[in-house]
């Protein structure tokens, strides 16, 4: 029998999808036992969650000159919740430029997400440098793009390493932008946020990713990082835990999810034990730009034509539990480009609390394309957001290929929905509002790909915990996600959130989160 919840979903999906994500954080928020010593104080009310959101205003649109393309788009940046250190500063930053540099034809948006002890200073420098840097790289090389952007980006690095007042030598933050000029699009991108394009192809909305992560599980990079010198290799393989290897299986981040917990990371040596960066390129991180760390970003041009229906950039608290394909459908699904951030920033958020016991700060900007009359009429394209399902993702690294047999494909099947079950398939966006009030009392830790949580067998400097308290300590009760509450609306000039420096680390966290710091890197 349908559920009223199954009713409402089909009526208004992306407001029904709130609205239950609401309602299970609420049921999360005093969930399992508190110990005498834990401060009560460290629970966010409703309130307090919604305080850390910035966003932008509802309702902005562009028109892209001449080229018959209007964007809505939108923006919203949520702060993390971190138990041991609660007024932890929200390290991710966006820009949204409409009319960049006087040109009606062109509009820039870009994303940063810091890290390190510094980070958030990394990435607001960044941010609130980008539109200038930029201009001043595109009077260098006015007819090349590519060279503009590189020489941006390196530029952004150079003056991060000089400034008095920022100490990068363990801090960063990585950099992603969208550049569109009349109907293209090309996008830069350094380190781990990214750009998924939503894209019809013959009756399906597809992702398109217009960037690849760049961390040690690729082959190429982890090549690239031991020729600068670098020795990459997992926490646990650094501590002598578990043998040296690299199979890491070349995992694709946009289609698969690592939740292995023990991810590849960048070293300087295993005597010095630093930085363990889950990524290998980033704006600033002096230690690791020594060892191949650097801020040459990877480019990608492409041709908006009418089959271009909505995109998305984020950091990467989104992508830690959900794959470009979810992330797509749950856009198509909104009718706004602010209720579709609310909404992919708050299901982000319910997962981490799902699967760890703080989350990641969460930004997401988002911009649905509309095409007039003149250029609509190719095959698949439509006036609004479609609402035909998506294409099933590409074949998993391991699964069934072109000639692949009966088998392979139930295996591939399998899979689907096993990952379905934890959140994390095509199908999670409605299988994991069950998922959620099963395991809502069964929160573990866990240990993400993007954060460094040293066990103590490291670093005397820092306040670890062993795998022995990961199984007795129980973790502090969730904060509440809220993805149809009002936010503060921003003017358009204003589309840069600002919040007040400084914060603690967090890719290379020394992340008790049971125990107050003693120390920090």
Avoid at 1 to 18: E, H, K, T, V, Y
Avoid at 89 to 98: E, G, L, Y
Avoid at 276 to 302: H, M, P, Y
Avoid at 484 to 511: C, E, G, I
Wanted: hydrophobic fraction near 35%; proline fraction near 5%; include cysteine.
């Amino acid at each position: 029998m349908r559920s009223l919840l199954d009713d409402a979903i089909l009526q208004d999906p992306c407001a029904a999808l709130g609205r239950h994500i609401q309602q299970l954080m609420a049921k999360c928020v005093h969930n399992g036992d508190v110990s005498d010593d834990e401060d009560e104080d460290e629970h966010l009310t409703e309130e307090e969650v919604l305080e850390r959101q910035e966003a932008s205003a509802e309702g902005l649109t562009y028109a892209v000159g001449q080229s018959g393309m209007t964007l809505r788009y939108a923006w919203l940046t949520q702060r993390g919740f971190y138990p041991d250190d609660l007024d932890k500063n929200n390290q991710d930053a966006c820009k949204v430029i409409p009319t960049y540099g006087g040109n009606p034809d062109e509009f820039l948006m870009a994303v940063f997400d810091g890290h390190g002890k510094v980070g958030d200073q990394v990435a607001y420098f960044a941010r609130d440098h980008i539109e200038e840097t930029l201009a001043a790289s595109r009077a260098r090389y006015p007819h090349d793009l590519t060279k503009a952007h590189d020489d941006c980006f390196k530029s952004l690095n150079g003056r991060v390493h000089g400034h008095r007042d920022i100490d990068d030598t363990m801090s960063g933050t990585t950099a992603v932008s969208a550049f569109i000029k009349g109907r293209t699009i090309h996008v830069a991108n350094i380190g781990d946020s990214r750009v998924v394009l939503g894209e019809m192809q013959g009756d399906k909305l597809v992702p398109v990713p217009l960037s690849i992560d760049q961390t040690p599980f690729r082959r190429d990079e982890r090549e690239r990082i031991r020729e600068a010198g670098g020795l990459v290799c997992s926490h646990k393989q650094l501590s002598g835990t578990l043998p040296m290897h690299d199979d890491w299986g070349d995992l694709d981040l946009g289609e698969q999810l690592d939740d292995s917990g023990d991810p590849p990371r960048v070293w300087k040596s295993a005597k010095s034990q630093i930085p363990g960066c889950a990524f290998t390129r980033s704006l600033g991180d002096a230690i690791g730009e020594e060892v191949g760390v650097n801020a040459e970003a990877e480019q990608v041009q492409k041709a908006l034509d009418p089959s271009a229906k909505m995109i998305i950039l984020a950091s990467d608290g989104v992508w830690e539990f959900m794959t470009n394909h979810v992330v797509i459908e749950m856009i198509a699904q909104c009718g706004t480009p602010l209720e579709a951030c609310r909404a992919v920033v708050a299901e982000s958020y319910r997962l981490w609390l799902q699967h760890d016991i703080r989350t990641d700060d969460i930004t997401a900007v988002i911009a649905y394309f509309e095409h007039d009359a003149s250029s609509s009429s190719a095959p698949g394209s439509l006036s609004g957001v479609p609402a035909q399902p998506l294409a099933p993702p590409p074949a998993k690294v391991g699964f069934a290929v072109a000639g692949g047999g009966a088998a392979e494909e139930e295996e591939a099947e399998e899979e689907e929905k096993e990952q379905a079950a934890r959140g994390k398939g095509p199908g999670a966006i409605s299988s994991s509002f069950a998922a959620m009030a099963a395991n809502a009392d069964k929160r573990k830790h866990y240990n993400s790909r993007r954060t460094f949580v040293d066990t103590g067998t490291l670093s005397q400097a820092t306040g670890g915990w062993s795998d022995d308290d990961e199984e007795s300590q129980e973790a502090p009760p969730a904060a509440e996600a809220l993805a149809t509450s009002s936010t503060a609306a921003v003017p358009v000039a204003a589309t840069t959130p600002q919040v007040t420096p400084p914060s603690s680390s967090r890719r290379f966290s020394n992340l008790n989160p049971f125990k107050k710091r003693e120390a920090s890197l």
